[in-house]
């Protein structure tokens, strides 16, 4: 039983090395450069590095807190 079990364990790693085997890789200073031209390029969209204008914001209080 345990043979038959461990068998069909080591196919399907079999099969996911296979799968992982064809997928097609780029080297890490391409992929690092090409993503630091998409950060670069779209930075102004960015709400996190521009910030949210205050007219805009869902968040914004729409009156101040104050204790009684």
């Known amino acids: 039983m345990q043979s038959s ?4 364990q080591a196919r399907r790693m079999v099969q996911q090395l296979r799968i992982e085997a064809r997928i097609e890789r780029i080297k890490v200073s391409k992929a ?3 993503l630091m031209r998409y950060c670069g390029d ?3 969209q960015d709400p996190l590095l521009m910030g949210v204008p205050a007219s805009e ?3 914004k209080d729409k009156k101040p807190c104050t204790i009684l």
């Not at 079990?5 to 069909?8: D, H, N």
């Open 42 to 44: 779209h930075a102004k």
């Open 57 to 59: 914001n869902p968040f």
């Open 32 to 34: 690092s450069s090409d």
């Open 5 to 8: 079990s461990s068998l069909a």
